[in-house]
């Protein structure tokens, strides 16, 4: 079966612009979380849907923000982007909370 | 203090060696991931446990709720078993992720 996609797998953007990130979930999954990796962080936690609704979000700023559609699959969008915002981002789906993740591969972003 | 602290941070091993990367958290949870990541790769999901003991292979992953430790074994390692380990507590839906183990398994 398919996996956890993510597009786009690179990016490059500029200071001051907006990002939007797609991840399409194993089918019959309903939750999708969000990830951000960087070298000096390590993995922190940006948001988990289910079934459309925000179950919980990480400490970021409101520059972050999500959503899950009716079908599962899921966006996160970056506005105002610094140079700081460069990671890699990464999303995982799951059947249901307690049940185990799969990652997609990730995508990498650049800002300059 | 963060809410889970593994160590080793770095950890080299030679071939057939016998490995533990240990995992502490400091607040309960629903469950207790095991993740591998390999350098440039994306993250595989390896046990997810909220109890005793999961076996995969030569990786065995335990825990113990009272004393909120875990561990991750590997058996007779190999130099394909170089990755980073994460550990990540589950709990309030979201994961919290330890730093990581760097493994390094040398022919």
């Known amino acids: 079966k398919a996996g956890v996609t993510q597009t786009p797998r690179y990016l490059i953007k500029t200071r001051g612009q907006q990002v939007t990130l797609s991840c399409s979930p194993i089918?019959?999954?309903?939750?999708v979380s969000w990830y951000q990796q960087t070298p000096g962080q390590g993995l922190q936690f940006l948001f988990e849907y289910f079934s459309e609704t925000q179950r919980n979000k990480g400490n970021f700023p409101g520059r972050f923000s999500g959503r899950q559609f009716s079908n599962s699959r899921s966006e996160m969008n970056v506005s105002t982007l610094e140079l700081g915002d460069s990671a890699l981002y990464l999303c995982?789906?799951?059947?249901?909370?307690?049940?185990?993740?799969?990652f997609g591969s990730g995508t990498r972003l650049t800002v300059v | 203090k963060n809410e889970v602290e593994q160590s080793p941070q770095n950890l080299t091993a030679q071939e057939g060696e016998f490995i533990t990367i240990n995992c502490s958290y400091s607040v309960g949870i629903s469950a207790l991931h095991w993740l591998q990541q390999h350098p440039g790769g994306g993250i595989v999901s390896l046990f997810m446990?909220?109890?005793g003991k999961k076996k995969h292979g030569r990786l065995i992953a335990t825990i113990n709720i009272q004393e909120k430790h875990s561990s991750l074994h590997i058996t007779a390692s190999h130099p394909r078993d170089s990755a980073v380990y994460i550990c990540?507590?589950?709990?309030?839906?979201?994961?919290?992720f330890g730093k990581g183990t760097l493994l390094t398994v040398n022919p």
């Open positions: 995982a789906s799951s059947l249901e909370a307690n049940y185990g993740y799969t």
């Open positions: 990540a507590r589950r709990g309030n839906y979201k994961l919290t």
């Open positions: 446990l909220s109890s």
């Open positions: 089918s019959g999954h309903r939750s």
